[in-house]
């Protein structure tokens, strides 16, 4: 069964430097997803990506934050300068798209740890 | 901004006993998705529901969506320990986006 892969499953980093968590969607998918989840708590939309530009995006992606589909597989988050409450599980996902929506693939998430 | 909220936040229930969770929106919903989350998992989809006061069937799981389509339920009968986890809703809205605004979530315990 096609499924969503991340990496890296854990990163560990320190306040103020830059993170890259990598995502690579099930390939016919054309919506990509991006939401995080800190412990114990909702799941919270980011930002969805189609047609290689981002289509929304929530007030939690401010500034600091970035995606990119830089080669046609892969989709990845940048986080430019990290703070304490960036830590969370992020979690890529990614659907087909069509009028009614449909399925979001979710993948096992990166789980970012800002110290 | 279009909120979901979910009740209640957290349930234990003896093993055999009924469940349900409620998902109420703001807003009114294109379609309204169910997911499931087991601890240390990650969110797989259940179902998804369309039309107003449609119902659907899963086994031993029951999802209805209402009628002004801006709230659901899942009803689990007669619940197993394979039941613990989160459940969360997920709706659509329906200015065309294709954002999936996700509920507080519903954490249920099973005691054998």
């Known amino acids: 069964e096609p499924e969503v892969t991340q990496t890296p499953s854990h990163q560990v980093t320190q306040m103020g430097q830059e993170v890259i968590l990598r995502c690579v969607p099930i390939?016919?998918?054309?919506?990509f997803y991006w939401y995080r989840q800190i412990l114990g708590q909702k799941v919270e939309f980011l930002v969805s990506?189609?047609?290689?530009?981002?289509?929304?995006k929530s007030e939690i992606f401010d500034d600091q934050f970035s995606v990119e589909r830089p080669d046609g597989s892969n989709f990845t988050l940048k986080i430019r300068s990290t703070k304490l409450e960036d830590s969370a599980m992020y979690f890529c996902?990614?659907?087909?798209?069509?009028?009614?929506?449909?399925?979001?693939?979710f993948g096992e998430g990166s789980r970012l740890t800002v110290l | 901004g279009q909120q979901v909220m979910q009740i209640p936040q957290y349930q234990h229930v003896q093993e055999g006993e009924d469940f349900t969770t409620y998902c109420n929106s703001s807003?009114?919903?294109?379609?309204i998705q169910w997911y499931k989350q087991r601890p240390g998992g990650h969110p797989v989809f259940l179902i998804q529901?369309?039309?107003?006061?449609e119902v659907k069937k899963q086994k031993r799981l029951t999802f209805q969506f209402g009628e002004a389509k801006k709230n659901s339920s899942l009803h689990i009968t007669a619940t197993q320990t394979t039941d613990v986890g989160t459940y969360f809703c997920?709706?659509?809205?329906?200015?065309?986006?294709?954002?999936?605004?996700f509920g507080t979530g519903t954490r249920l315990k099973v005691l054998a």
């Open positions: 996902a990614s659907h087909y798209g069509g009028a009614l929506g449909g399925e979001l693939f």
């Open positions: 529901l369309v039309k107003s006061g």
């Open positions: 807003t009114t919903l294109s379609n």
């Open positions: 990506f189609y047609n290689n530009e981002i289509s929304e």
């Open positions: 997920a709706g659509r809205d329906t200015s065309g986006t294709y954002k999936y605004i």
């Open positions: 390939s016919n998918h054309l919506y």
